[in-house]
């Protein structure tokens, strides 16, 4: 994970971008009305200036988020440089670059499959394809995709396909000789000025592609920008601009043809690594996070959050956003460019329990509970958690999954927990609702991820809930980025 400090993006006031802040304000009242949706962080480029930007306490500015499929946005653009130096071409087979898996491919359609073909999830097959392509090889999942054969020909029917993206980073990767965080340093993140990163690898040594990449709000903002300039930043044509609109344009129709359909963002056809939306394009991720492209607009939003309402989400966009951007500045508007301004300043999530018990003094001590029915269904790992008085009205709870074990400190407000020396970054909120039950929300900061934990002392049991279910499974103390060197 590198440790360069980013140059700040322009700041601007709405009004002086064409933003009208009452249309921000809505935007972000209706995010927090919206059952299912916990925003995290919001940022809104406009005319090449952030015009607001805003972090829902207890995530902040400089943490890094993980983005899950926005990583393939990422891959895509170190498609894009790869194929400008030269080191591969988009009309390749994909097998030309894993020769010595000739002799298995026996397939027509797996060996006629072109990297083109996996940069637009167009490889012919009409499902996901993850579980056969990494059973089939775990070690080499390329060739495991390979040796599943394409339902159509490629080129001819869209799927969206993990192992599609894991074999375009396969290739670039192995084209580079370097993982891909270490090929877009120079080119892409070192320019942009873009500070922290990390990606998940499988096998060790080559990043993950398709998802696990962890990376700030104000990353996904620059990469936004980047894309929105046609490839240009301060000046330099950095990605060929013949890339960003291939990448960004629809290869292939991935829509049903329903009313429904038509509606939907997911319906709007895709391009190499990015969707079509109803209004510009995008990289997404599962669970709310959104870097939006409106070249209409000149207008870029960055977004984290923690919410399978992803749809409900673009709608809100563009209910509230694209009204609010306007041709031209707005004079007049600094008192609501400040009430903006404060609103944003102050954002924070509610902890999850409002009401403890004052008789939280008769369970003084360390108490230990087992898993409910014998088992953690959401976390089967976790195998024990202990809760501990730790003076002044504080808790810590220690879960234990074998010889790994995660102690967050806890209050009703939320408790931060920086993760130093190794550790993950967490808050919690909690504590003992009645002499019987204690409750706690344990936010791992550096992901979507809430663990929701309720210990009964009648019985000594406990159950553990993620509120969405982690896609990249981990014990409790690896909920974070990876390659940190844990205590």
């Known amino acids: ?22 249309g921000v304000g809505a935007f972000v009242d209706a995010l927090e009305a919206a059952p299912g949706i916990e925003p995290h962080s919001l940022m809104i480029v406009r005319h090449g200036h952030v015009a607001a930007s805003g972090w829902w306490a207890p995530y ?25 130096e030269g080191l591969m071409s988009l009309d390749d087979t994909v097998l030309s670059h894993f020769p010595e898996f000739d002799g298995d491919i026996t397939d027509p359609r797996s060996r006629a499959m072109l990297v083109r073909h996996v940069a637009s999830m167009a490889s012919g097959h009409l499902a996901e394809t993850r579980e056969q392509a990494f059973s089939r090889d775990p070690d080499e999942p390329v060739r495991g995709f390979l040796l599943t054969p394409p339902d159509r020909d490629p080129g001819t029917v869209f799927a969206y396909n993990q192992p599609a993206t894991y074999s375009l980073a396969a290739i670039v990767q192995r084209v580079t000789g370097q993982s891909l965080i270490d090929y877009l340093r120079p080119r892409l993140f070192d320019p942009l000025g873009i500070a922290e990163t990390a990606w998940i690898q499988r096998p060790p040594g080559r990043d993950l592609g398709f ?40 290869h292939i129709t991935n829509a049903d043809g329903t009313a429904e359909g038509a509606l939907s963002d997911w319906q709007q056809g895709y391009g190499f690594q990015f969707w079509r939306s109803r209004h510009g394009y995008r990289g997404d991720g599962a669970y709310g996070q959104f870097c939006l492209v409106l070249p209409e607009y000149d207008a870029v939003i960055a977004m984290t959050a923690d919410t399978v309402e992803m749809q409900a989400v673009l709608d809100l966009v563009w209910r509230h956003l694209l009204p609010a951007f306007g041709p031209a500045p707005l004079d007049g508007r600094e008192d609501e460019d400040a009430a903006l301004r404060r609103r944003l300043d102050g954002l924070q999530l509610p902890p999850s329990y409002e009401k403890f018990s004052s008789e939280a003094s008769s369970v003084a001590g360390a108490t230990t509970f087992t898993p409910a029915g014998g088992t953690c269904a959401d976390q089967p790992t976790l195998a024990e958690v202990t809760v501990a008085a730790d003076g002044d009205g504080a808790w810590t709870l220690s879960l234990a999954e074998g010889v790994s074990r995660l102690d967050v400190r806890l209050t009703p407000e939320w408790t931060v927990e920086e993760g130093t020396d190794g550790r993950v970054p967490t808050a919690a909120s909690g504590g003992w609702t009645d002499p019987d039950t204690f409750v706690a ?9 809430h663990l929701d934990v309720t210990c009964s002392r009648a019985d000594r049991t406990f159950t553990a809930r993620w509120r969405t279910t982690p896609l990249h499974s981990a014990l409790l103390p690896a909920m974070g980025v990876p390659r940190r060197a844990r205590g």
Request: cysteine-free; overall charge neutral.
């Open 1 to 22: 994970m590198s440790a360069r400090s980013a140059r700040p993006l322009s700041e601007s006031t709405p009004a002086a971008q064409g933003v009208d802040a009452r």
């Open 60 to 84: 902040s500015p400089d943490r890094p988020h993980l983005l899950y499929s926005i990583s393939k946005s990422f891959t895509s653009t170190a498609a894009g440089f790869a194929v400008a």
């Open 211 to 250: 998802s696990g990449m962890f990376a700030t709000t104000d990353a996904l903002a620059r990469l936004g920008l980047l894309y929105l300039g046609n490839g240009v930043w301060e000046g330099r044509q950095l990605l060929p601009a013949s890339w960003v609109a291939e990448a960004t344009r629809a």
């Open 441 to 449: 929300d344990i936010a791992f900061l550096e992901t979507p991820h």
